[in-house]
């Protein structure tokens, strides 16, 4: 199993660009997270899904779409990127069983210019 | 918010010691979890404990849980160079079974050779 899967690895992008960064995990598991990571913030939480078709927002979604049309995949979409957007990003996903370890991936490094 | 708060923010000792990190949370939980995060890595999951545990081991580690006090300990025994990492502390959603989780900011462990 590969795991939790993100691409691309780095991204520098211009104010008011859009991207999407990519998420797959191959572990067939329902729950699937984004995070961002900022220095001396720890992981917070962006948006959330429970499984295909279904998501929710997390503590600081403004500014990010998702969508969860499979069970692999879960792309979170910049539309209008801006400079309080740099930050890495992990992809999670988990079990969804009650007690739940989560498996990250190995993240995003956003640079917005 | 649940987010758990570690402490302290940065340790440093020499291999061979002792490392405990602590982690102080909010609100009740259904189980407490704890994560390392290399350098440039994604997080790992290293351990989690249930709120009916008090102790829990795994190799060179041991975690304390004390619901009463909201708070959990984390110790490495005979620590190495390689458990050079930040340590999170995590708590699911209150009264969720889902995938959502709420992470401190961490403690950055160094480890002297």
């Known amino acids: 199993n590969a795991g939790v899967t993100q691409t691309p690895k780095f991204q520098v992008l211009k104010t008011g660009q859009s991207m999407t960064l990519q998420c797959a995990q191959d572990?067939?598991?329902?729950?699937m997270s984004w995070y961002r990571q900022d220095p001396g913030m720890g992981l917070r939480l962006i948006h959330y899904s429970v499984g295909a078709g279904i998501t929710d927002q997390g503590e600081v979604p403004n500014g990010y779409n998702v969508s969860r049309s499979t069970t692999e995949d879960f792309p979170l979409r910049l539309l209008s990127a801006a400079p309080s957007q740099t930050s890495v990003y992990f992809c999670?996903?988990?079990?969804?069983?009650?007690?739940?370890?989560?498996?990250f991936g190995p993240g995003t490094r956003l640079t917005v210019l | 918010s649940q987010q758990g708060e570690e402490d302290p923010q940065a340790l440093s000792i020499q291999e061979g010691e002792n490392a405990t990190m602590n982690c102080s949370y909010k609100?009740?939980?259904?189980?407490l979890q704890w994560y390392r995060q290399n350098s440039g890595r994604g997080l790992v999951h290293l351990i989690l404990?249930?709120?009916?545990?008090r102790e829990k081991h795994s190799g060179r580690l041991r975690v304390t849980l004390d619901t009463s006090k909201k708070s959990s300990s984390l110790l490495i025994t005979a620590s190495r160079a390689a458990d050079t990492a930040s340590y999170f502390c995590?708590?699911?959603?209150?009264?969720?079974?889902?995938?959502?989780?709420?992470f401190g900011r961490g403690t950055q462990l160094t480890v002297w050779p």
């Open positions: 999670a996903s988990t079990s969804g069983q009650v007690y739940n370890e989560q498996f």
């Open positions: 609100t009740s939980i259904n189980n």
């Open positions: 572990m067939n598991h329902e729950y």
């Open positions: 404990i249930r709120s009916n545990e």
């Open positions: 995590a708590t699911p959603d209150r009264g969720s079974t889902l995938g959502r989780l709420y």
